[in-house]
């Protein structure tokens, strides 16, 4: 077959990429190489609808993304996006990519290849040399997966409340939509390292998760302590919610919450150009990824449809990108600490559990409004530092500042509580 375009990897954002790219120039042949069949990936993100703001404004197309809003699956996703790409005459082959060069020469006539293909891309590797301008570990976190039966919802803030009192962990959920009589349903508990070491020594992993019964048959500290935590908040989510779980329906794994930067999107070898996209060029934590990647796909697209592939353009949109998104990421990451402080505060005041919870709310509703106050005056195809104005710090916000060039960041920011 001959490919003029060739997308190492048919996730969502390389679909969402892809479509746009035939919408813009339909003469192009765009190929799609996916190692699985089927989709297998169940997790829940979380679609910030302003990440489709510039993308490609046929109907159809628009009227898809109007159906991709808030807490999805994976899987349901990568279905539509799928279909309507197919609609479009891109072509699906499934195979495992293990070399680029092995690549090449099977798909002589591919002028350009995207790395869609993830945090771990191979294209990123072999052709970019792996070479990262920001490569940062912000959290370690056990995620819970399931599916309950029927509808069901997050706990309000007093029953989460009550529930963080139970345990030594901070945790959130993400409750998705129902579908076919099953709600899909995450919880995250934010650890300490040696409760991430002993799970990913256990074997539990995004790519191999285990169930509550592995969990259970554990005999090491940190994981039985941890399964003691995990049976409390299932508890409670029974005990408030009444959800009924979908037997043999969990997924529990250890996962880094980590930022990461290619140190270039976009080059030219032996007269292929290279491209990624994903988080084979940005991946930052906290249901960002995905958006992200939206976002960059807006603007490759383009670049795709009109054969423009110069590194000025891409990668200075991109150095943009990751400017924003990895300082939004810091400020999340605050807002964690935060959370665990809060934890502390509740263990040892339960009565005031929920004056806290609702106090937090407003730490958060503040802290965004003077995320505002980010410096963005200045940019250039370098990535620059991540700069506050002096407000920010004479507030007691940030104790350095972070240089997303060098990946130097301070080890902890210190909020001033006072300033709330």
Known sequence: MSSDIIFVGAGPVGLYTAIQAKL???????LMLER????????????????????????????????????????????????????LGIVFHYEKINNIEALISNYPHASTIIGAD?????????????????DIMLQHI????????????????????????????????????????????SLVFFVDEYTYKEFHDYGATSWHPIQFKDLLQANTPHMKAMANSIMSWMSHRQQHTGERLVAGSEKIAAVEFSTTFSKSVVTKKNKINFMLVGDAALSVPFFR?????????????????????????????????ARKEIDDAWIMNLLVDLGKITIAFIRFFPACGHYIYNHLSQIIENIYLRRNDVDDSSQSAEVQNVAFKPSFREHGFFNSTAEVKTGVVPDRWIPDIKDF
Do not use: C, W
Not at 46 to 71: A, C, E, I, M
Not at 118 to 132: P, Q
């Open 24 to 30: 813009y120039n339909p003469s192009i042949n765009i």
């Open 118 to 134: 993830g945090a771990h891309s191979l294209v990123r590797k072999e052709i970019f040399h792996d070479e990262k301008q920001t």
């Open 289 to 321: 990824s995905v958006n992200a990647g939206f976002i960059g796909g807006n603007f490759a697209a383009r670049l795709i449809a009109e054969n423009n592939y110069t590194s000025k353009d891409y990668q200075y949109d991109y150095n943009a990108l």
């Open 142 to 185: 056990i995620e819970v997966k399931f599916h309950s039966q029927n509808a069901t919802r997050n706990l309000n803030l007093s029953e989460m409340a009550k529930a963080q009192i139970h345990i030594d962990q901070l945790a959130v959920e993400a409750v998705g939509h129902e579908k076919d009589r099953k709600t899909p349903v």
């Open 36 to 87: 699985d069949t089927d989709y297998k990936r169940t997790h829940i993100l979380n679609l910030d609808t302003k990440s489709y703001l510039g993308s490609h404004p046929d109907p159809y197309f628009q009227d898809l993304l109007r159906q991709l809003d808030g807490f999805v699956p994976t899987n349901e996703i990568e279905t539509k996006l799928k279909r309507f790409a197919e609609g």
